[in-house]
């Protein structure tokens, strides 16, 4: 995904047409009978304190974020990386253009330990799906969730992934103003042309990131950021499948926090460099979360209010 809270910009605003980027970089195109897995580490494994890019707020420990796992360049093929977060005892939520395949199936994720592997096998909204056609350079829909289940393939569960966090969804929608932070393991800079809504890759360097933002808008499906000239926090490449939380800021990123999205897209037009993040609150994705734990039977994701996941209406 891509990241932009510490992009340049020019100084005044046009009105050109603007330019949408996926957060996860080029994806490589596998067989359509076999889509590869992509391996995962848990983020305190491969960042150090010290190294968490902090916009305002204070310098946070890596092990305050053992939820979330990353991948980058995992195939040998054009740089890209992805995250995915643990949102209960075996089940991570991740960005459906990460896990997406040209035939599209869902590619599954292995997450590598020191003391083993475990296996998680993914399922893509079919609305998704149905929304568009498979690219490298742009996610097929609004709906860009995907929640993957501990794979009957993993015998032994490793006992270092016991000691991973997990983190809560709150399935209520967010509204105009509310705060929000934003998280990421992506680029380090980009350039940004605000006059002619371009968006130019700097080198691909990835670092952990979190910064404060308000919500600018909301749709059903969707909530955006706008990083205004390109200044404040906002996606940067590589940033693809990371969670927007409520409840933390920088300044206590341990506070209660909720996952309320999932970091999607960047688009740079008319003056605006808007962050977008499939909304956990949609009706799509209550409505996927009810069949995929119908489908999946013991497996559950923590949600904050239980009331809000509706029946599953499949047969």
């Known amino acids: 995904m891509l990241r932009s809270w510490r992009a340049r910009a020019s100084t005044s605003f046009g009105s050109m047409a603007g330019v949408v980027l996926v957060l996860g970089l080029v994806v490589p195109c596998f067989a359509q009978d076999a889509p590869r897995p992509i391996r995962f ?39 890209w990386s992805c995250s995915a977060t643990l949102v209960g005892p075996r089940v991570l ?12 199936k869902a590619r599954p994720l292995i997450i590598t330990l020191d003391d083993g ?37 993993t015998k032994q569960r490793p006992a270092r992934y016991d000691l991973l966090a997990q983190e809560i969804v709150d399935l209520e929608p967010l509204e105009p103003s509310n705060a929000v932070l934003i998280t990421g393991y992506g680029c380090t800079a980009m350039k940004v042309d605000l006059d002619a809504g371009d968006i130019v890759h700097g080198p691909f360097s990835q670092v952990f990131n979190i910064g404060d933002e308000l919500v600018d808008s909301v749709s059903a499906y969707s909530v955006r950021t706008n990083s205004k000239a390109a200044k404040e926090p906002a996606l940067c490449q590589g940033d693809s499948g ?30 605006q460099l808007i962050s977008t993040m499939a909304a956990l609150s949609s009706p799509n994705f209550r409505a996927y979360l009810a069949c995929w734990q119908k489908s999946n039977g013991a497996f559950r994701v923590a949600v904050k209010d239980p009331n809000l996941v509706p029946k599953c209406a499949a047969t």
């Open 41 to 79: 580490r848990p983020l305190s494994d491969v960042v150090d304190s010290n190294a968490i890019q902090v916009f305002g707020g204070k310098q946070p420990s890596a092990g305050d974020w053992s939820s979330i796992v990353v991948a980058n360049s995992a195939d040998g093929a054009a740089e």
């Open 93 to 104: 939520l991740t960005a459906a253009h990460c896990v997406d395949s040209q035939s599209g």
């Open 117 to 153: 592997e475990i296996q998680f096998d993914c399922q893509i909204d079919q609305v998704y799906t149905d929304s568009g056609n498979y690219s490298t350079n742009q996610p097929r829909g609004v709906d860009d969730y995907a929640l993957c289940a501990l794979s009957p393939k």
């Open 242 to 271: 990371g969670p927007l939380f409520s409840g933390a800021t920088t300044a206590n990123p341990t506070a209660k926090r909720f996952v309320r999205g999932v970091n999607s897209k960047v688009s740079a037009a008319t003056g």
